[in-house]
């Protein structure tokens, strides 16, 4: 039998991976008792290779539905199982900052590593560690990136941006999305204050008449990027506009963006959200291929 890929009814992208992929599709049956317990129901005959797709923004219950899938899929016939996750949760946490915390991206990357034999993700926050393998530990562990084609939409849309990353961290996302557009780019210095207060310096280049892209890998409150954008327009560009790989976006983040300039949003769809520009499909159909996982 083909590989097949399982996904759930809420995962509005896994149709254009199935077809970028090549591979047949079937959605999990799910049922909701009345004490908010779950009932998951697969196909009754699974291949030896299965691609289950679930994106892991608001992650708490879809970790309890990817426990209960992936065992019954073993017991289904699966002998090797592939998340893919284009948003990947508690990747965040990589130490404790206080006696007694909990380090969630080792814990979660353990649980994810004990359930399936390769996990494929796009742009994880990573901050201390170079390689997703270090936190996750299934057989193949594969951080894919999406600003190259974040900086090919940007080409579509001008040749004249200069792309800008909101802090150090970003650098490497807007590098790499400048080098695929053929942009110049430049990176600001951030402080962090809590949370919510972040301080941001711009690079020392002209602004003035400018169209500016900020690009990073996450939105979240949106502050940080708030921020640059609000400098960048009180230093004369003529234009703000975000490309960010995961749209969060939490609260009012979209309205605060907007007050501080920012004329359009785009995203790529591994969150849903309504400035989803940017279809990773072929990326992801892309890199199974690329790992033989098709």
């Known amino acids: 039998m083909q590989p097949l890929l399982l996904h759930f009814d809420d995962e509005t992208c896994a149709?254009?991976?199935?077809?970028?992929?090549?591979?047949?599709?079937?959605?999990?049956?799910?049922?909701?008792?009345?004490?908010?317990?779950?009932?998951?129901?697969?196909?009754?005959?699974?291949?030896?290779?299965?691609?289950?797709?679930?994106?892991?923004?608001?992650?708490?219950?879809?970790?309890?539905?990817?426990?209960?899938?992936?065992?019954?899929?073993?017991?289904?016939?699966?002998?090797?199982?592939?998340?893919?996750?284009?948003y990947l949760a508690y990747m965040r946490q990589d130490m404790a900052f206080r006696p007694g915390e909990a380090v969630s991206q080792r814990i979660v990357g353990a649980f994810l590593g004990e359930l399936f034999d390769a996990v494929i993700t796009v742009d994880p926050h990573l901050h201390r560690i170079s390689r997703l393998s270090e936190a996750v530990s299934a057989r193949l562990a594969i951080a894919a990136s999406a600003a190259p084609r974040i900086g090919a939409f940007l080409a579509e849309h001008?040749?004249?941006?200069?792309?800008?990353?909101?802090?150090?961290?970003?650098?490497?996302?807007?590098?790499?999305?400048?080098?695929?557009?053929?942009?110049?780019?430049?990176?600001?210095?951030?402080?962090?204050?809590?949370?919510?207060?972040?301080?941001?310096d711009l690079p020392d280049l002209p602004l003035r008449g400018r169209r500016v892209a900020i690009v990073d890998d996450i939105a979240s409150t949106g502050r940080t990027v708030a921020q640059a954008a609000s400098l960048a327009r009180a230093a004369g560009a003529s234009e703000v506009v975000v490309a960010v790989t995961h749209a969060l976006f939490a609260g009012d983040a979209l309205a605060h963006l907007q007050s501080a300039g920012v004329s359009q949003v785009w995203s790529t769809d591994s969150v849903p959200h309504a400035s989803n520009r940017i279809a990773l499909a072929p990326l992801l159909a892309q890199t199974l291929a690329e790992l033989s996982l098709l």
């Open 15 to 86: 149709g254009a991976l199935a077809h970028a992929a090549g591979l047949g599709a079937a959605t999990i049956e799910r049922h909701r008792f009345p004490d908010g317990e779950l009932r998951l129901r697969l196909p009754p005959a699974l291949p030896s290779r299965v691609v289950l797709y679930r994106s892991l923004h608001q992650p708490n219950e879809k970790l309890v539905e990817l426990l209960i899938v992936a065992r019954a899929a073993r017991e289904l016939g699966a002998r090797e199982l592939v998340l893919v996750a284009p």
């Open 158 to 200: 001008g040749n004249d941006w200069l792309l800008l990353g909101p802090d150090a961290e970003s650098a490497q996302w807007v590098a790499q999305a400048a080098a695929a557009g053929g942009f110049e780019h430049a990176v600001c210095t951030k402080a962090r204050h809590g949370d919510r207060e972040v301080s941001i």
